[in-house]
């Protein structure tokens, strides 16, 4: 169902429109709504530009034009959070592995180098209202960080970096003075518990459960393999322990046993 919106596009408001206690209450409203979409329902508008959000005489706002909306798993979803959570908290190495998890690495990367080019650079961001940090200028930053260190990035962050660029852009014309930070810490606690409610869904469990299935059915095949492997000795395990404590050896030892046994049995 369509309907009108009545107001006037973020960037044409004037400073006489609205009273600074209305253009707060907007910008921090439209700051969780943004963020139910890319944590919750996990399904947002992906260019919410100043344009896109209409701002009426009594103090509401429409977002209008959902011709781009992004779509993001559960997995995503939960390590942005966790960078978001990293920057409003300045804690550097919070953000840098919620970053790898949204991305992928190799034996050549460079884990720890990248953890200290973020602590270094999140205090920097942390405590910074929007009129004092650009927030595209920020992720390019972190980009940057990343590529140079060898972790590569999922697609998917440009559809959210863009996102959440253009709602800081329509933020910055509404009320400049709001912190990302303080809007991050205002709706945490609710976006962790419908995270939580989602979580524990009928729908997440059966798929749990289907998870647990698959390994309770696959998992005695593997194992019986992984042992027939060592019986062939395509299989190495190395085993450090220390000097008065055998019991790993002895684990071991017995697995050996246990597979020439079975390979006995089956020749």
Known sequence: MQTLADGQAAHRLKAEDLSWKQRKKIAKEF??????????ERTFHADPHPGNVLVSADGKAHVIDWGMVGRIDRSVSAAMLGTMIGMAYNDGPALAQSW???GSTTPWSDIGGFTSDIARFVPHVTNA??????????LTSVLTFSTNRGIQTSPNISILG???????????????????????????????????????SPEQLA???LHALHALTHGPGQGIQALNDIADRQLTV??????????????????????LRNRHRTN
């Not at 700051?31 to 919750?40: E, L, N, P, Q, S």
């Not at 209202?129 to 920020?138: C, D, K, P, Q, R």
């Not at 190395?238 to 597979?259: G, P, W």
């Open 238 to 259: 190395h085993n450090h322990t220390r000097l008065n404590d055998n019991r790993a050896s002895k684990t071991a030892f017995a697995l050996i046993l246990l597979a």
């Open 207 to 209: 798929q749990y459960g």
């Open 100 to 102: 790898i998890r949204l």
């Open 31 to 40: 700051v969780a709504y943004m963020f139910k979409g890319f944590f919750i």
């Open 162 to 200: 863009k996102s959440v660029a253009n709602m800081e852009g329509t933020i910055r014309h509404i009320h400049p003075a709001l912190k990302l930070a303080d809007s991050i810490r205002d709706v945490l606690q609710d976006v962790l518990l419908d995270m939580a409610r989602d979580a524990s």
């Open 129 to 138: 209202s929007l009129a004092e940090l650009n927030f595209g200028v920020a």
